[in-house]
């Protein structure tokens, strides 16, 4: 599985981005894709994760209420919509793909990446 990340930027606090991730290959019934996160010498941290038929999503507790997490089978692509944004969502942000989206939350379960796309929000 290929995977295309876009549509980071800069924006002040309590701004919102939209990512998107286009992925291209054989795509399983189980599996899932995901976002990750990874800030300036800080461990590659789970943001949000959905299973193949969009039916089942999964946050951290940290971005609840304000990430969410969306796909277009047809189109072969998955959103993050991230409003409120705040200094600490500060990161390169990671789309990646699981064969078996139950209880993916760690990057050792994901498969495939795509290249980052860097958040940046100004305080």
């Given at each position: 599985v290929q995977l295309q990340a876009s549509g980071g930027g800069k924006v002040p606090a309590g701004g919102s981005l939209r990512l998107s991730c286009e992925f291209s290959?054989?795509?399983l019934s189980t599996s899932?894709?995901?976002w990750f996160r990874q800030a300036p010498g800080k461990e590659r941290e789970f943001v949000a994760a959905i299973n193949w038929s969009g039916s089942t999503t999964d946050y951290?507790?940290?971005?609840k209420g304000r990430f969410t997490i969306s796909r277009?089978?047809?189109k072969n692509t998955v959103h993050l919509q991230?409003?409120?944004l705040k200094p600490e969502d500060t990161a390169v942000y990671y789309c990646a793909y699981t064969r078996s989206y139950f209880g993916a939350t760690q990057?050792?379960?994901y498969a495939s990446w795509g290249q980052g796309t860097q958040v940046t929000v100004s305080s």
């Amino acid at each position: 599985v290929q995977l295309q990340a876009s549509g980071g930027g800069k924006v002040p606090a309590g701004g919102s981005l939209r990512l998107s991730c286009e992925f291209s290959g054989r795509i399983l019934s189980t599996s899932g894709m995901g976002w990750f996160r990874q800030a300036p010498g800080k461990e590659r941290e789970f943001v949000a994760a959905i299973n193949w038929s969009g039916s089942t999503t999964d946050y951290v507790d940290s971005v609840k209420g304000r990430f969410t997490i969306s796909r277009d089978n047809a189109k072969n692509t998955v959103h993050l919509q991230m409003n409120t944004l705040k200094p600490e969502d500060t990161a390169v942000y990671y789309c990646a793909y699981t064969r078996s989206y139950f209880g993916a939350t760690q990057p050792y379960d994901y498969a495939s990446w795509g290249q980052g796309t860097q958040v940046t929000v100004s305080s």
